[in-house]
């Protein structure tokens, strides 16, 4: 039962049905715009609101009430007119906002005035030795198991990492019942110090309270180890123990699953596709796409909001989604955009949800040791390319990710480098004394995510285009 | 690996892992259905064959790989089960015309 | 940087890398300039083939270069391997060129007649073979596929691991890389050359410009004259499969990795960055028409590059009359004819001049004004 897109042409195609995407299409559709919204989930809510309409913990207590936010956005959007496909796979977005969206095993092609990119974030590689064992897995993959299927951790769990979600999800999984046998913190004790000077917004913001709160909660069950300073996922085929060092201290402890967890960071897969210009953000240590105040970016007509924009959390992503919707209001229909909140309302909204972010960034800014890593761990999990085999490039003459790949195929493998680009870009600005800005980023073309052949091969084509490919 | 919390109501579906009836829920992902089995559901990669299970759970990484109902190289973790589906483990680069 | 060098090669790419690595084999000292991680690199883009059916119509002394080419790529890979330690994959066990319909067939006949026409001495094998014969080489070919051209000689290699083994030869022959350091002008005096770099000066007595396309720029700083037709080529790259094709095909190939390569376009356009879909589903159309099981492999990457291309299609090589001791060289087949550079122009470089029964037919000179149309018969 998958529906291809009912027009050719829309006002806004909102890509990602997250807290962004949800508000933003939702505030488009509701000023009367032809509006599109293309999800590659099953339902709503993206990774924040995974699952929202649809999840199986009934006790709303237990994934707590920024969860349930998403319930709300939801309903603004099922009410406005905006078309909603799920299960729909955006594998190429262009300069002349031409996109290309795979469903259910064929593709769509519509263009669009306007294209507001709400691709969210993913987990910043944590790559440690051992952590392509099987029973590692990112903090965020647990956290959508138990809210998408209500499956929490069974065996013996370490949790390792720093950040919001690590906390949030430890809480999440205690409150379903599930097991947890010890908290690794990695965050390190200089950046307490470092954001010292943050603090008093931090203070003043929501997160604080509630994160107290959440720790307190968690620390009351299980045993947290904080100054984690050395981690290591060991067994042979299967994860069967973690090591770790803090304080001076090394131990090992028998694990089945390992959840690690150092923030999130943009997806720009998409975006950089798209030739959406990108800077190194060395606060955030990730790549940001460089917009306007309304979310505009280098190409004209596409507009970033969310955590794609740069990390803001869940309340700042519902207010870029909205601040986006709005300048496309105003470009394609500036008599509704007067109906709408007005500008600076929502840009006081943004600078209220973003309060307390610079400490949070500054405090769980995670340590080189855990971002960059050595020897035979792995960087490139789909072509298994190591630190060593990165470093032997860079000797021989690689300058940046794109001669890396030419080399040793890193980044070559069907995530097309979302679970190695930042490791390889600060990998190698180390080793050659370079910023990773200098050092720059893989070039990303179509499709970002697989289709098949079959599916490529029914593009529409031209006259012109058999003569460019048909020779003797 | 994990269990499910007996809060979930959901209906039941049954599919089917390399031959061996799995229990799953309405609304589960392939990867989350495998994860939960408590069987070996270890894939095998096409590079070195190393082991590996899903990593991300969100459609990102590319470790949680399966052949479902015939075509291989599928996201299981994008995947939504449903009755009778056939899921088979892959073991190293996938076979043409699967 | 003020160093004196034997040789400067500017281009880092195969081309140039084979003329260093081939220098610095003979023990030459030698710097190779080249530009940095974003550039329009045909190496990373080509489709990898050594490839000999088709090549030269036109040209007598293109055929001729290429088999000789094809014949010494086993010495090339051997030595590497033994140099490096990598296995570059070469595989020579012929390849086709597969029709889908009869006109494709009728024309594709034409075209192995007219070669056989012209060669002459250096016949290479093209023949024609008909659906039924193709298919015991090729069993997996689908209904429309009418037949197609065979050539002996024709096989493919990993040419990623090629340039990279050449890389990782430099240290080993003490060739000096010099990545981001693209050179902006040479003049020549006291007897050697000197060229500009965003990070100084370098200084050689001898240059070899293996730039690219731009060789067209940098040629005539020398005395020489570089004519290039530059077009783009679109490539598909499918996830890494069980083993299928043994054999090499003109559009279609299995890398030793297990991905399947599917080209190529040829298009008058020169943004490496954009993508014609409709141009990939042409590729892929046919691909899945010739091997119907491809239909259901995932298609992981696709990309377009600058082709390097004299305007005739054919190499150049020449070397400079008013700036002795200065060479050009510029070929589209720069993983096919990477032995050659590697063996036969590096050693004409040591010895200071080309030799025009080797390469003669290849000078310039040939443009005369106006450069001709395209007629390689790639």
């Known amino acids: 039962m998958t529906v291809a897109p009912k027009r050719e042409d829309y006002d806004v195609v909102v890509i990602g049905a997250g807290p962004a995407g949800l508000a933003a299409a939702a505030t488009s559709a509701e000023a009367g715009l032809t509006t599109l919204l293309l999800d590659e989930n099953i339902g709503p809510g993206g990774q924040v609101f995974r699952a929202i309409s649809s999840t199986p913990v009934t006790e709303r207590s237990q994934l707590g009430a920024d969860y349930w936010v998403g319930a709300d956005l939801v309903q603004s959007l099922r009410a406005s007119n905006a078309e909603v496909i799920h299960r729909a796979t955006v594998w190429s977005l262009d300069r002349n906002l031409d996109i290309a969206v795979s469903i259910g095993g064929a593709s769509a092609f519509v263009k669009a005035k306007r294209v507001i990119l709400a691709t969210g974030a993913l987990e910043r590689p944590f790559p440690i030795p051992g952590w392509t064992l099987p029973g590692v897995m990112t903090a965020g993959a647990a956290q959508t198991m138990l809210k998408s299927s209500a499956l929490v951790p069974g065996g013996r769990t370490v949790i390792a990492g720093q950040g919001p979600l690590l906390w949030l999800l430890a809480a999440q999984i205690l409150r379903l019942g599930g097991r947890i046998d010890r908290i690794l913190d990695t965050t390190e004790r200089g950046n307490y110090f470092a954001a010292l000077p943050h603090a008093f917004a931090f203070l003043t913001s929501p997160y604080f309270t509630k994160g107290l709160a959440m720790m307190r909660e968690v620390k009351a ?5 904080s100054g984690v300073t050395e981690l290591t996922a060991i067994g042979d085929g299967q994860l069967t123990s973690v090591s770790y060092a803090a304080g001076g201290k090394r131990e090992t402890i028998p694990a089945d699953l390992l959840l690690l967890h150092q923030g999130v960071v943009p997806n720009v897969n998409l975006a950089m596709s798209a030739d959406v210009e990108h800077r190194w953000d060395d606060l955030q240590l990730c790549w940001s796409p460089v917009l306007d105040a309304s979310g505009n970016s280098s190409v004209a007509g596409i507009a970033i909001a969310g955590d794609g924009a740069g990390i803001g959390g869940a309340n700042a992503a519902v207010v870029r989604g909205r601040i986006a919707a709005r300048a496309a209001v105003e470009a394609l229909a500036p008599a509704v955009a007067a109906k709408l909140p007005a500008m600076a309302t929502l840009r006081a909204d943004l600078a209220k949800a973003e309060r307390g972010r610079v400490f949070l960034d500054t405090l769980f800014r995670p340590s080189p040791q855990f971002r960059i890593p050595s020897g035979d761990t792995i960087v490139c999990r789909c072509e298994e390319v190591t630190a060593k085999d990165v470093l032997d490039s860079v000797a021989i003459g690689a300058t940046g990710p794109n001669q890396l790949k030419a080399y040793r195929r890193a980044g070559m493998g069907p995530c097309q480098g979302r679970l190695c680009g930042l490791t390889v870009t600060e990998l190698m600005a180390q080793a050659r004394g370079k910023t990773p800005q200098e050092i720059g980023y893989y070039r990303l073309r179509a499709p970002v995510k697989p289709i098949t052949l079959a599916e490529l091969a029914a593009v529409p084509k031209s006259e012109a285009d058999i003569k460019a490919v048909v020779r003797g | 690996m994990f269990r499910r919390s007996e809060q979930d109501k959901r209906p039941q579906v049954q599919i089917f892992v390399d031959g061996v009836a799995v229990a799953a829920r309405q609304g589960d992902t392939v990867s989350a259905v495998l994860l939960a089995s408590g069987q070996d559901v270890r894939r095998s990669t096409a590079v070195s064959g190393a082991p590996r299970l899903p990593y991300c759970m969100m459609g990102v990484c590319f470790d949680c790989l399966v052949t479902i109902d015939g075509v291989g190289n599928r ?11 056939q899921v088979e483990i892959q073991k190293g680069k996938r076979e043409i015309g699967r | 940087m003020s160093r004196e060098y034997d040789v400067a090669v500017v281009g880092g790419g195969l081309l140039g890398s084979a003329i260093a690595w081939g220098l610095g084999r003979l023990g030459k000292s030698v710097a190779v300039l080249d530009e940095g991680d974003i550039t329009k690199r045909a190496s990373r883009a080509n489709f990898a083939l050594v490839w000999v059916q088709s090549k030269g119509l036109g040209m007598p002394a293109y055929t001729v270069w290429t088999v000789q080419a094809s014949q010494a790529w086993g010495r090339l890979a051997s030595e590497l391997k033994q140099q490096t330690g990598l296995d570059v994959a070469l595989q020579q066990n012929g390849g086709f060129h597969l029709t889908l319909g009869e006109d494709e067939f009728g024309q594709r006949t034409e075209l192995v007649k007219r070669m056989h026409n012209q060669t002459g001495a ?18 997996l070919i689908g209904s429309e596929v009418s037949g197609g051209s065979y050539c ?19 240290r080993e022959f003490g060739i000096d890389y010099f990545p981001e350091q693209p050179v902006s002008a040479i003049s020549k005096s006291g007897g050697e050359f000197r060229l500009t770099t965003p990070k100084g000066e370098l200084r050689a007595a001898k240059i070899v410009l293996a730039a690219g396309n731009a060789n067209q720029t940098l040629a005539p700083m020398v005395g020489l004259h570089a004519p290039m037709g530059p077009t783009r080529g679109q490539i598909v790259v499918t996830e890494r499969t069980m083993p299928f094709l043994p054999h090499p095909l003109t559009t279609i190939r299995q890398t030793d990795e297990g991905t399947v390569m599917i080209g190529d376009s040829k298009e008058d356009e020169l943004d490496d960055r954009a993508l014609k879909h409709s141009i990939s589903a042409v590729m892929t159309d046919r691909a899945q028409r010739m091997f119907p099981h491809l239909a259901r492999l995932n298609v992981v990457r696709s990309w377009a590059g600058i082709r390097v291309m004299p305007h005739d299609g054919f190499p150049i090589y020449d070397q400079s009359e008013t700036h ?3 060479f050009v060289a510029c070929c589209h087949s720069g993983v096919t004819l990477a032995s050659n550079h590697a063996f036969e122009i590096a050693r004409m470089v040591a010895q200071g001049a080309l030799e025009p029964e080797l390469v003669g037919a290849f000078s310039a000179s040939r443009f005369g004004g106006a450069g001709t149309a395209n007629n390689s018969g790639y």
């Open chain 3, 324 to 326: 002795p001791g200065a």
């Open chain 1, 221 to 225: 069950k299980v045993q947290v180890v």
């Open chain 3, 152 to 170: 002996p000689l024709d096989g493919h290699v990993n040419s990623l691991r090629t340039f990279r083994a050449f890389h990782t030869g430099f």
């Open chain 3, 122 to 139: 250096a016949d290479y094998k093209m023949e024609m073979l008909p659906a039924s014969e193709v298919k015991k080489s090729l069993p």
């Open chain 2, 75 to 85: 996201q299981g973790c994008l995947v939504p089960v449903a009755e009778g589906m």
